[in-house]
């Protein structure tokens, strides 16, 4: 397995373990301290990010476009872990080369624009990394205005925890 898909598959090893010290009421109340939106929100987003790279494993076309809101992930805590898990286990077997040519569907404003472009497996696991750790910060927020508390590094970047550790913080 490469690297960076062992990364993401920590990733949503972390997003289980703190899932599954939820209820369902944490994880579907929102709150306007953090904007409204709820934990399975957040949650719902970043799995629909990760469906549709897997989806474009085999089909050489990775369309962020295509997520489906307000599902059963985001709306019940038990199936936003089940498909964090189905995912992780689609990310533990997939076989592809980072260096390999995708093509991207991912719009940057509300236009008509062409919302493609290409990129490769290991620049879009990479873009998953970020966008997955952004949402967690988020997560780890709202976990904690719970009483929920995450892991000191959940939802810290990778790159933060490298400085943390070359500092006395």
Do not use: W
């Not at 929100?41 to 469906?51: E, G, N, P, Q």
């Not at 970047?157 to 913080?169: E, F, I, N």
């Amino acid at each position: 397995m490469i690297s960076l898909i062992r990364d993401n598959c920590d990733f949503l090893k972390q997003g289980i373990d703190l899932l599954e010290r939820h209820s369902n009421e944490t994880y579907v109340k929102s709150d306007v301290r953090s904007f409204g939106s709820s934990i399975g929100s957040h949650i719902r987003h970043v799995l629909d990010h990760y469906a549709s790279f897997v989806a474009g494993i085999e089909s050489g076309v990775v369309n962020y476009d295509a997520r489906v809101r307000d599902t059963a992930d985001e709306n019940d805590a038990r199936s936003g872990i089940e498909r964090a898990k189905h995912l992780l286990r689609e990310l533990e077997r997939a076989t592809l080369d980072p260096n390999q040519e995708v093509n991207v569907i991912v719009s940057a404003n509300t236009e008509d624009d062409d919302a493609r472009s290409r990129s490769t497996f290991g620049r879009e696991l990479k873009f998953l990394a970020s966008h997955t750790v952004h949402h967690y910060a988020l997560i780890a927020i709202a976990s904690r205005m719970q009483g929920i508390d995450p892991a000191d590094t959940f939802g810290v970047a990778p790159s933060t925890l490298k400085y943390m550790q070359t500092v006395d913080c």
